[in-house]
DNA sequence: GTTATATTTGAACATATGTTCATATACTAA
DNA sequence: TTAGTATATGAACATATGTTCAAATATAAC
């Protein structure tokens, strides 16, 4: 516990003007933290589900694979507008696709998002 | 299937110009849908797992209850910033605190974050 | 009362995000 | 080849988001 200054009771002062209270609970989150990368990671698919459009065609993609027109069609959007969703999607290895003609058929890559949506829905009426 | 024209194989336009190729499969996405509200509310709460420092706070809330300026100083953050960030994870009832002197001490609500948080770090490293 | 600590709040700001529009590409059928 | 359908792409745009800063509030100690 060097460079670190008592200011009064139990606050504690460090070197670089941090003010810390419980030394104790900051020490033990640092020692289980996570990675920078995967916090991104993590963070960055959290958000792909935090929209309400995305959420949506996601839901409806977690029953069906789906082509870029129909999802357009049930959730509104533009199919402009969720090519760049999906294409987003699976950037993120979130979402693949296979073609058949001129038709692209999305679907989920695995059961990370499905369980996650699964979660979400048992907990909606809180 | 009233005010829908064929145009070309499967694919057919409705009324109000919307391209859709398997109706069967917009239907069945239609009659599984949820309601708006639900969706807002569902999207609003894995939106805020999806800002990487406000997933490090709520991962180190998963472990312990921790007051605003160790969870600042954890995470980096100011202590105002930690504070707005506090704020609007306890209007979505995702967090609550208890106050002892002049520490107040946040902690997670219920397991709903945890559980997301938990699949979450399951699937990392995918 | 005054002073110090812990936290909150509102406005300002820069950046990120989701959508639109116009255009490009890929595949199919004639 | 030409025309039609399905999807993708890049730039532009308006809005949302996260942070900062200055100032306010709340509790405690003196």
Chains 1, 2 share one sequence.
Request: overall charge neutral; glycine content about 4%.
């Amino acid at each position: 516990m060097a460079d670190t200054k008592r200011i009064q009771n139990n606050s504690v002062m460090d070197a670089c003007n941090v003010r810390v209270v419980h030394l104790d609970k900051v020490s033990n989150a640092k020692a289980k933290e996570i990675p920078g990368a995967d916090l991104e990671r993590m963070a960055s698919t959290y958000k792909m589900l935090g929209d309400p459009t995305r959420l949506k065609l996601l839901l409806a993609l977690s029953e069906n694979e789906m082509c870029v027109c129909d999802l357009a069609a049930f959730t509104g959007l533009t199919e402009s507008a969720m090519s760049h969703q999906l294409r987003r999607l699976k950037d993120l290895s979130i979402v693949k696709r296979r073609r058949e003609g001129q038709i692209l058929y999305y679907s989920l890559v695995d059961s990370h998002v499905s369980d996650l949506l699964k979660i979400g829905l048992e907990h909606v009426h809180d």
